[in-house]
């Protein structure tokens, strides 16, 4: 069988979702003979080459976010967008009834402004909002199991279908 | 104006990889090549706090999980803890059991994923190996057992998190005031049948990251070494204490700064200053000041800063780590590696003590107390010494947040350890993809949980300082914490 391509990012997440597919425990063994990683904070490869899958966690609060989730999408043949954030921004997209500028006055008085500091947005979005998604996994984080069937299904060229109990909406 | 800056070349690792979060770092180099600054820098920027204000307490153990996958725990008890102290409560001898053994479980599985998972390939392979073989996959590929036990290692923790929280990741099981779940007999059982395999692994992780280091003692201990000060909380008699205790904190040398200082008076104790060029403030003990006052936290201070440790097996590693280093302090990042499998061997000793304890399976879960209305939780994280602080209204809504994380104690550190490494490694040669690596291994040392730094603002009684670009400094300003 051809190993697939797989990439995975994680922009304004926790990186939960990213332990939550460690948490497939000695399935990862499984996995790790089907796919082979390309760009991935669990690899030291910086930029995604042509992938057949990419999954992102976390939405977008910087400029930095938005560059990454385009090359992604560039790359990947299928993006995925796993967990809360990622989907509607989840958690961090509370900040989105606050004044960023406000936020940051009354934390750091003069604002960090170095050019190599990505620019904020001021609104915290959902990735779908900047590029087409072909899945999404909900979750915070979509459980192991969730994770995992999904993976085998796509690996074994199968529409992914998650039955009752594996996906929670929490 | 003035005259054009001589010509710089820039350098950046961007993203770091192999760590928790978002960073980079970034070099100039002069026209000669010369390493002239070495920054790490921590990108994103969230403000956890602002929105946590407004919120009804009891959310708040569970929102602050959100900070961090990785250590959704500490969050999650740190914040309990805050909650208790609102509350006025003592919670019952169940809750402290039952939350004690969730965090030793969150340790166990934390550092098992930093060694085995991420920072294993640079002292398997070599610091320089190529970078497509510096990853988890690569490890599974060539020692498979290592890689096996590693991910067995943390399902084992991941599993006491499941017990205890509800859930692996971002769990429910702690509340102000106690827990919703004590631990059942099954429950229990299951644990303690997996415990000999366990225990075996850790002490195997032990024997193998001293063997790298002894292997190579010269390289691991001057790699990246700079000396500073060491924060941890300790227990009773100077005990190594992870969930409960007081402040300690040494100088680089070893002395005694503090000790026995109640956590609640932190603010008289540690300040912070603000670089405009990283969203993470620079902490530093106000006994030393701003200058000198930088401080490390997590396993390799929490080890040298403890007098003993209460477990048998990771005592005897302890006595063993600090005979090895001539009793005296070592400062070198590549100890951190070494500290933390000594840590999570206690960690599988602790677990074994609390599975014994009758109370862990008690039905004794909530207690009341006396309203204050704030409170400060503070626990030792994975990564070092984690802080909440709250104030609740009287129509429970949350009027004031405050999170001090690891990591952000560390910063001045790895700022430290960077530009050592990058003077060894990068001074006049050609900055290729293997010797930036060298950058990295000294970051992934610390374990730093770049996305708790970016998602918490951090309110210490705060330094300015204004630099023009040369760095020189221009002026300060200050004010109190919150």
Known sequence: MKK????????????????????????????????ELDRSPLTDLKHAGPCDLGLVEGGLCNAENVEVL?????????????????????????????????????????????????????????????????????????????LWQFLDDLLHGRTPHLGHGVIAYD | MTEAPPATRRVAIDPLTRVEGHGKITLRLGADGRVQQARLHIVEFRGFERFIEGRPYWEVPVMVQRLCGICPVSHHLAASKAMDAVLGVTPTPTATAVRRLMHYGQILQSHALHFFHLASPDLLFGF????????????????????????????????????????????????PGGVNKAVTAEERDALKAALPEVLAWAKEGVALVKRLHRERWELYESFGAAPCGLLSLVGEGGRLELYDGVLRARSADGRVLFDGADPKGFRALIAEEVKPWS???????????????????????????CDFISTPLAEAERVTFRAAHGGGLTHAPLAYHWARLI???????????????????????????????????????????????????????????????????????MNDAVAEVARRYLDGVEPTEPLLNHLEVAIRAFDPCLSCATHALGKMPLEVVVEDAAGAELGRASKRGG
């Open chain 2, 279 to 305: 969203y993470m403030k620079f902490p530093y003990l106000v006994a030393l000041g701003p200058e000198r006052g930088s401080y490390k936290v997590g396993p390799l201070a929490r080890l040298q800063n």
């Open chain 2, 128 to 175: 320089d190996s190529e970078a497509s073989r510096r990853n988890l996959q690569a490890v599974a590929a060539e020692h498979p057992e290592l890689a096996r036990r590693g991910v067995l290692l943390r399902r084992f923790g991941q599993e006491v998190i499941r017990i205890t929280a509800g859930k692996r990741i971002h769990g429910t099981g702690s509340l």
């Open chain 1, 70 to 146: 385009r090359e992604l999408r560039k790359s990947c043949k299928v993006l995925v967008a796993v967990g809360a954030c990622a989907i509607n921004g989840g958690l961090p997209a509370q900040r989105n009834h606050l004044d960023v500028r406000e936020c940051l006055t009354s934390v750091y008085r003069t604002v960090p402004n170095d050019p190599e500091l990505p620019l904020p947005l001021d609104q915290v979005h959902a990735i779908g909002d900047v590029v087409k998604v072909d899945y999404f996994l909900p979750g915070c984080p979509p459980s192991a199991d969730a």
């Open chain 2, 343 to 413: 840590e999570l061997l206690h960690a599988a000793e602790v677990i074994a003590e609390l599975l014994e304890r009758p109370e862990l399976v008690g039905g004794d879960l909530l207690a009341r107390g006396e309203r204050t209305g704030e409170g400060v939780g503070v626990i030792e994280a994975p990564r070092g010494t984690l802080i909440h602080h709250y104030r609740v209204g009287a129509d429970d809504l949350v009027t004031s947040c405050n999170l001090i994380v690891s990591t952000t104690h560390n910063n001045q550190a």
């Open chain 1, 4 to 35: 697939l391509k797989v990439a995975t990012a994680s922009l304004a997440g926790c990186f939960g979702c990213h332990m939550s597919l460690l948490d497939i425990d000695e399935r990862l063994f499984t996995l790790l003979e089907r796919v």
